[in-house]
Protein backbone atom coordinates (compact mmCIF):
# COMPACT_ATOMS: atom_id res chain seq x y z
CA UNK A 1 0.00 0.00 0.00
CA UNK A 2 1.21 3.69 -1.11
CA UNK A 3 1.98 5.33 2.27
CA UNK A 4 0.55 9.07 2.22
CA UNK A 5 2.95 12.22 1.73
CA UNK A 6 3.58 15.19 3.40
CA UNK A 7 5.11 18.05 1.46
CA UNK A 8 6.26 21.01 3.95
CA UNK A 9 7.86 23.91 3.33
CA UNK A 10 10.35 25.13 6.31
CA UNK A 11 11.26 28.96 6.65
CA UNK A 12 8.40 30.02 9.13
CA UNK A 13 6.69 26.59 9.22
CA UNK A 14 9.47 24.29 10.69
CA UNK A 15 12.46 26.80 11.40
CA UNK A 16 11.57 30.37 12.80
CA UNK A 17 13.53 32.57 9.86
CA UNK A 18 12.22 36.24 9.87
CA UNK A 19 12.89 37.32 13.64
CA UNK A 20 16.65 36.13 13.37
CA UNK A 21 16.80 37.80 9.69
CA UNK A 22 15.69 40.74 11.49
CA UNK A 23 18.01 40.79 14.22
CA UNK A 24 20.77 39.98 11.68
CA UNK A 25 20.11 42.83 9.39
CA UNK A 26 20.07 45.28 12.61
CA UNK A 27 23.24 44.21 13.76
CA UNK A 28 24.98 43.49 10.46
CA UNK A 29 23.38 46.41 8.31
CA UNK A 30 21.85 48.88 10.74
CA UNK A 31 18.32 48.24 8.94
CA UNK A 32 14.86 48.16 10.79
CA UNK A 33 12.54 45.05 9.56
CA UNK A 34 9.10 45.05 10.67
CA UNK A 35 8.44 41.24 10.23
CA UNK A 36 5.41 41.41 11.94
CA UNK A 37 3.76 43.00 9.45
CA UNK A 38 3.65 40.39 7.17
CA UNK A 39 5.78 41.82 4.45
CA UNK A 40 8.84 41.08 3.43
CA UNK A 41 9.72 44.23 1.85
CA UNK A 42 9.03 46.64 5.11
CA UNK A 43 12.82 47.33 5.98
CA UNK A 44 14.42 51.16 6.50
CA UNK A 45 17.11 52.40 6.94
CA UNK A 46 17.97 54.20 10.08
CA UNK A 47 17.27 57.25 8.86
CA UNK A 48 13.46 56.16 7.91
CA UNK A 49 14.14 55.33 4.00
CA UNK A 50 12.90 52.19 2.60
CA UNK A 51 15.34 49.58 1.51
CA UNK A 52 15.39 48.90 -2.46
CA UNK A 53 14.21 45.61 -3.14
CA UNK A 54 17.51 44.55 -5.16
CA UNK A 55 19.06 44.76 -1.99
CA UNK A 56 16.63 42.74 0.14
CA UNK A 57 17.59 39.66 -2.08
CA UNK A 58 21.15 40.58 -1.67
CA UNK A 59 20.90 40.26 1.68
CA UNK A 60 19.05 36.82 1.44
CA UNK A 61 21.77 35.97 -0.17
CA UNK A 62 24.12 37.04 2.44
CA UNK A 63 21.51 35.26 5.21
CA UNK A 64 21.22 32.02 3.46
CA UNK A 65 23.55 30.25 4.10
CA UNK A 66 26.21 31.87 6.18
CA UNK A 67 23.56 32.42 9.14
CA UNK A 68 21.46 29.72 9.20
CA UNK A 69 22.85 29.07 12.58
CA UNK A 70 20.57 31.36 13.84
CA UNK A 71 17.56 30.19 12.99
CA UNK A 72 15.24 28.35 16.17
CA UNK A 73 12.95 25.28 15.96
CA UNK A 74 9.14 26.44 15.71
CA UNK A 75 7.33 24.34 18.68
CA UNK A 76 6.56 21.05 18.25
CA UNK A 77 7.67 21.14 14.70
CA UNK A 78 9.75 18.12 15.32
CA UNK A 79 7.59 16.17 17.35
CA UNK A 80 4.70 16.42 14.89
CA UNK A 81 7.11 15.39 12.02
CA UNK A 82 8.46 11.97 13.83
CA UNK A 83 4.73 11.16 14.62
CA UNK A 84 3.53 11.66 11.18
CA UNK A 85 6.71 9.93 9.77
CA UNK A 86 5.44 6.79 11.32
CA UNK A 87 3.05 6.43 8.44
CA UNK A 88 4.31 8.69 6.02
CA UNK A 89 6.81 9.77 3.91
CA UNK A 90 8.27 13.44 4.28
CA UNK A 91 10.05 15.85 1.94
CA UNK A 92 10.89 19.45 2.95
CA UNK A 93 10.44 21.92 -0.22
CA UNK A 94 11.92 24.79 0.79
CA UNK A 95 12.53 27.57 -1.40
CA UNK A 96 16.93 28.12 -1.67
CA UNK A 97 19.10 28.30 -3.91
CA UNK A 98 20.50 24.62 -4.62
CA UNK A 99 24.10 25.09 -3.04
CA UNK A 100 22.08 25.66 0.15
CA UNK A 101 20.52 22.34 -0.29
CA UNK A 102 23.23 20.47 2.10
CA UNK A 103 23.21 23.11 4.83
CA UNK A 104 19.79 22.79 4.94
CA UNK A 105 19.76 18.99 5.36
CA UNK A 106 22.37 19.15 8.40
CA UNK A 107 20.55 22.59 9.91
CA UNK A 108 16.79 20.07 10.31
CA UNK A 109 19.29 17.22 11.06
CA UNK A 110 20.73 19.22 14.16
CA UNK A 111 17.06 19.18 14.94
CA UNK A 112 16.02 15.94 14.83
CA UNK A 113 14.23 16.19 11.45
CA UNK A 114 16.02 14.02 9.16
CA UNK A 115 13.57 13.74 5.79
CA UNK A 116 13.95 14.16 1.98
CA UNK A 117 15.36 17.95 1.04
CA UNK A 118 14.67 19.21 -2.03
CA UNK A 119 15.53 23.50 -2.92
CA UNK A 120 13.41 25.36 -5.49
CA UNK A 121 12.75 28.78 -6.78
CA UNK A 122 9.53 30.03 -8.24
CA UNK A 123 5.90 28.72 -7.83
CA UNK A 124 5.94 25.81 -5.66
CA UNK A 125 3.03 23.89 -7.85
CA UNK A 126 5.48 22.24 -10.56
CA UNK A 127 7.49 20.28 -7.94
CA UNK A 128 4.92 19.51 -5.37
CA UNK A 129 3.09 17.94 -8.80
CA UNK A 130 6.31 15.76 -9.72
CA UNK A 131 6.96 14.56 -6.18
CA UNK A 132 3.30 13.18 -6.00
CA UNK A 133 3.94 11.43 -9.59
CA UNK A 134 6.99 10.39 -7.81
CA UNK A 135 5.84 8.75 -4.75
CA UNK A 136 3.12 7.09 -6.74
CA UNK A 137 0.47 9.44 -5.84
CA UNK A 138 -0.60 8.94 -2.78
CA UNK A 139 -3.20 11.24 -0.58
CA UNK A 140 -0.81 14.16 -0.42
CA UNK A 141 -0.69 16.91 2.19
CA UNK A 142 1.57 20.31 1.46
CA UNK A 143 2.05 22.81 4.44
CA UNK A 144 3.56 26.42 3.45
CA UNK A 145 3.26 30.17 4.82
CA UNK A 146 2.99 31.56 1.67
CA UNK A 147 -0.42 32.28 -0.33
CA UNK A 148 1.51 32.14 -3.42
CA UNK A 149 2.35 28.64 -3.13
CA UNK A 150 -0.82 27.78 -2.11
CA UNK A 151 -2.30 28.92 -5.64
CA UNK A 152 0.78 27.79 -7.52
CA UNK A 153 -0.42 24.03 -5.89
CA UNK A 154 -3.45 24.52 -6.41
CA UNK A 155 -3.11 25.15 -10.32
CA UNK A 156 -0.73 22.11 -10.80
CA UNK A 157 -1.82 19.53 -8.14
CA UNK A 158 -5.30 20.53 -7.33
CA UNK A 159 -5.29 17.01 -5.54
CA UNK A 160 -3.34 17.71 -2.99
CA UNK A 161 -4.80 19.34 0.93
CA UNK A 162 -3.30 22.40 1.37
CA UNK A 163 -2.67 23.67 5.19
CA UNK A 164 -1.90 27.58 5.54
CA UNK A 165 0.74 27.49 8.68
CA UNK A 166 2.29 30.79 9.54
CA UNK A 167 4.37 29.79 12.76
CA UNK A 168 5.94 33.24 13.45
CA UNK A 169 3.19 34.87 16.27
CA UNK A 170 4.28 38.30 15.70
CA UNK A 171 3.34 37.64 11.98
CA UNK A 172 0.72 35.67 12.19
CA UNK A 173 -2.08 37.52 13.60
CA UNK A 174 -1.43 40.14 10.26
CA UNK A 175 -2.12 37.72 7.78
CA UNK A 176 -5.29 36.14 6.21
CA UNK A 177 -5.93 32.73 5.53
CA UNK A 178 -4.57 31.97 1.88
CA UNK A 179 -7.51 31.88 -0.48
CA UNK A 180 -6.59 28.69 -2.69
CA UNK A 181 -5.77 26.76 0.91
CA UNK A 182 -8.03 24.59 2.49
CA UNK A 183 -7.66 25.21 5.68
CA UNK A 184 -5.05 27.64 8.43
CA UNK A 185 -3.25 26.35 11.70
CA UNK A 186 -0.17 28.36 13.05
CA UNK A 187 0.18 25.70 15.37
CA UNK A 188 2.07 22.15 15.60
CA UNK A 189 -0.30 20.10 17.47
CA UNK A 190 -3.33 21.46 15.42
CA UNK A 191 -1.61 20.82 11.99
CA UNK A 192 -0.41 17.29 12.44
CA UNK A 193 -4.28 16.36 14.17
CA UNK A 194 -5.56 18.00 10.65
CA UNK A 195 -2.94 16.49 8.60
CA UNK A 196 -3.38 13.07 10.38
CA UNK A 197 -7.22 12.85 9.84
CA UNK A 198 -6.34 13.18 5.95
CA UNK A 199 -4.12 10.33 6.05
CA UNK A 200 -6.70 8.87 7.11
CA UNK A 201 -9.89 9.55 5.87
CA UNK A 202 -7.97 8.21 2.33
CA UNK A 203 -9.71 10.84 -0.12
CA UNK A 204 -7.92 13.32 -3.12
CA UNK A 205 -8.98 17.28 -1.92
CA UNK A 206 -11.73 18.66 -2.87
CA UNK A 207 -11.56 21.65 -5.65
CA UNK A 208 -10.82 24.48 -4.47
CA UNK A 209 -9.50 27.82 -6.00
CA UNK A 210 -8.48 27.73 -9.55
CA UNK A 211 -8.94 24.53 -12.19
CA UNK A 212 -5.20 22.94 -13.13
Not at 44 to 60: F, P, Q, Y
Not at 102 to 119: F, K, N, P, S, W
Not at 149 to 172: G, I, Q
Request: aromatic share 6%; with cysteine; proline share 6%.
Amino acid sequence: MTRPLLICDCDEVLLHMVRHFGTWLRERHDIAFAHESGSFVAMTHADGSAVEHERIWGMLDEFFPAEMERQTLVPGAAEALAALGEAADIVILTNLGDHCRDHRIAQLAAHGIRHRVETNRGGKGGPVAALVADYGNPVTVFVDDLPVHHESVAKHAPAVHRLHLVAEPAMAPNLPPAPFAHARIDDWEGAQAWISQRFADNLPATTKGIAA
